[in-house]
């Protein structure tokens, strides 16, 4: 078994490096728009119009870097559970810097494995566009002190990659009791069978 689970995608340097070469692409075209139109009909000097070319690109580019890479995750271990989250925008900024620098994420929510006493696995549904239901996974963490806390995991995709299985196995491992009155668990391998036995649930409670 791993000793370390993450659910969801951790920024990393080379997801910012990928979003700059994307988004460089983006303020070049911005620059270059800028050059001709203005250039054209407002300011004559080539320097000046070069100069404030230079700084659309560099500003589109800044504006975009925390941008990069998904605002939560989950990391699970032997020792603890951390949640990951970056919410506002000077947050994304300061965790892309931290990156960058090659110093450690931030994380919002620190609990120690030993104080779980158990994990809830349930469901909240949302609406999509065209007014479609979809549904996504929640965790609720019941501590031995009594207290709770629920996150949503971002990391729908990693259900093909078996992580939320993994992440199970580890905590069942350190001896919390994994929860699933849904049966839910059992579909946590493919997102379309997570939809499929969600909606099957829902019809029934229709009946």
Known sequence: M???VIIGERIGIKTILAGYVEWSIFGLMGAVGFYNLV???FISDSRVNLLVSLIIFIVVVLLV???FGANEYLEFSNEKVCHYQAGS???????????????PDLCNLEIKTSEIYSVQLSYVRFTMLYGQAGYQLKMTFLLKDGSLFSVLPAGIDDMKKGRFEQAFSLLEENGVTIVDKFNLRSVLNDKNSFYMHIKEIEDLKKC
């Open 65 to 67: 870097t925390p941008l």
């Open 39 to 41: 250039g054209r009909y």
């Open 89 to 103: 925008y000077l947050q994304k900024w300061y965790r892309a810097i931290m990156i960058i620098m090659k110093k």
């Open 2 to 4: 791993k000793e370390k």
